[in-house]
T-cell receptor, first 115, second 114 residues
Framework: GENVEQHPSTLSVQEGDSAVIKCTYS??????FPWYKQELGKGPQLIIDIRSNVGEKKDQRIAVTLNKTAKHFSLHITETQPEDSAVYFC??????????????FGRGTSLIVHP | SAVISQKPSRDICQRGTSLTIQCQVD?????MFWYRQQPGQSLTLIAT?????????ESGFVIDKFPISRPNLTFSTLTVSNMSPEDSSIYLCSVAGGGDYEQYFGPGTRLTVT
């Protein structure tokens, strides 16, 4: 089955700096890669995703890149703000599986943005 | 995106008892999922629940321990049976989005077993 490795486990930055979280996956058939943000006491929130036919996607201060050859994808957050502090999870999946997808999640990165 | 609510938001339960967690969605969805998130850990899928059929359980999870109901397209329940302290976790309900790619999560139920 799919295996997703996520690094680093903890990332501490100063406000205004950039933050990069990296994930690798094992199954070359995976074709959908979402990122989730989980704030303390809340459920994971989908913040951005990328499909295998795209190399990069941006949404304001957040971007995701995908390298299918190397089987890795990354989340980039620019101009970080204290409210970006949360745990971020990457995931990889093969779609479709049974009409919908069931992702394999990374272990999470705790991002701390210091004011 | 779907709006998902869960009840209870948190509970403290005695060893050996059972707790039923409810998940309500604001729109009809075909597939609902139940996850477990142990403290400081990632998300582990417990089962997939389709309306009108038996839930499909992932390896390591069994129906006797985690019975699931899916009576209609907007509601599901997960029961954690005969609880032990090892069952202390966050239990999350999620649904597939309209495009079947996106997956949305509820706020979670924080369970502590003493």
């Amino acid at each position: 089955g799919e295996n997703v490795e996520q690094h680093p486990s903890t990332l501490s930055v100063q406000e205004g700096d950039s933050a990069v979280i990296k994930c690798t996956y094992s199954d070359s058939a995976s074709n959908y890669f979402p990122w989730y943000k989980q704030e303390l006491g809340k459920g994971p929130q989908l913040i951005i995703d990328i499909r295998s036919n795209v190399g990069e996607k941006k949404d304001q201060r957040i971007a995701v890149t995908l390298n299918k050859t190397a089987k890795h994808f990354s989340l980039h957050i620019t101009e970080t703000q204290p409210e970006d502090s949360a745990v971020y999870f990457c995931a990889a999946t093969i779609h479709p599986r049974g009409g919908s997808y069931i992702p394999t999640f990374g272990r999470g990165t705790s991002l701390i943005v210091h004011p | 995106s779907a709006v998902i609510s869960q009840k209870p938001s948190r509970d403290i339960c005695q060893r050996g008892t059972s707790l039923t967690i409810q998940c309500q969605v604001d729109s009809q969805v075909t597939m609902m999922f139940w996850y477990r998130q142990q403290p400081g850990q990632s998300l582990t899928l417990i089962a997939t629940a389709n309306q009108g059929s038996e839930a499909t359980y992932e390896s390591g999870f069994v129906i006797d321990k985690f019975p699931i109901s899916r009576p209609n397209l907007t509601f599901s329940t997960l029961t954690v049976s005969n609880m032990s302290p090892e069952d202390s976790s966050i239990y999350l309900c999620s649904v597939a989005g309209g495009g079947d790619y996106e997956q949305y999560f509820g706020p979670g139920t924080r369970l502590t077993v003493t």
